[in-house]
């Protein structure tokens, strides 16, 4: 079993009568990159400013690298790297000195960190340019280069996405990638954007209206999703029988209502038809079925999933 880095049980956060995160327990493992899905309001960065300790529950606890006790929280908080809302970027200043000001802050030793990290982000010509005339994507990537000054071992990103263009939104998904495969960090990054985590988590957790709804790995989700042909014969076992023989396939669930999901000859639908009936069965349904990852987060939240 792999290492905790961050468990949380029946964690709330109410302001007033709202309830803006309602008994949330959720598990992020060594090596992760965790994707928090939600619609815009969902308790997201909610969650994500509890971690960080920007805020306080109302109830429920955290644990950090398996410490919750206060002290202890308070050191483990020094070994994660967070980028929340909008980035902290001093306009006037270039990406150096942005980093600079951030060293010295977080009291970090040495000035090698600085160009280390831009380097990792893909900002290390950038010279005395300063970040206001930075692009949204440089800006994001600065972001995170600020996030990244301490050598986290966790790292948390809130919509890092949030308005980028295509290109900016593919280059900080490899960004992503790269520190988790090369550096070895564990990501926990949020956004209402399905079809970017998709591309990018290894395991999601969909929350809405505060609730935390499921927690699923990326393999798992797949499998749920898989494409299929639905089959409806008026004999299930003979037509398993000659999907295994004559089809020369075992890759096929028969389930209890009878119906035969067959995950082959997608492509062929065809030869699968002309084949049950040259065995003297009956075709009652033959469809192609089968969720994709947007269709199947909207009938867990229970409607329209909005992007």
Known sequence: MSEVILRTQQLTKKYK?????????MTVRKGEIYGLIGQNGAGKSTLI????????????????????????????????????EHPAIYPNMSAVENLEVHRLQKGIPGKECISETLEIVGLSKTGKKKAKNFSLGMKQRLGIAIALLSDPEF?????????????GIVEIRELIKTLNREKGITVLISSHILSELSQLATKFGIIHKGKLLEQITAEQLNEKCRQYLKIKVDDPSLGATV??????????????????????????????SKTLTDNGLTIEHLSEEGDDLETYFAKVIGGAFDE
């Open 243 to 272: 999907i295994e023989t004559s089809l020369q396939t075992t890759d096929f669930e028969v389930m209890n209502d009878g119906v035969i999901k067959l995950y082959r000859y997608l492509d062929d639908v065809r030869t699968v």
């Open 155 to 167: 790292l948390i990103l809130d919509e890092p996405t949030n308005g980028l263009d295509p290109m």
């Open 17 to 25: 009568k709202d309830i803006a995160l309602d008994h949330v327990s």
């Open 49 to 84: 400013r509890l971690v960080t300790g920007l805020a306080f529950p109302t109830s429920g606890t955290i644990e950090l690298f398996g410490h919750n006790e206060k002290k202890a929280y308070t050191d483990a908080l020094k070994r994660i790297g967070a980028m929340i």
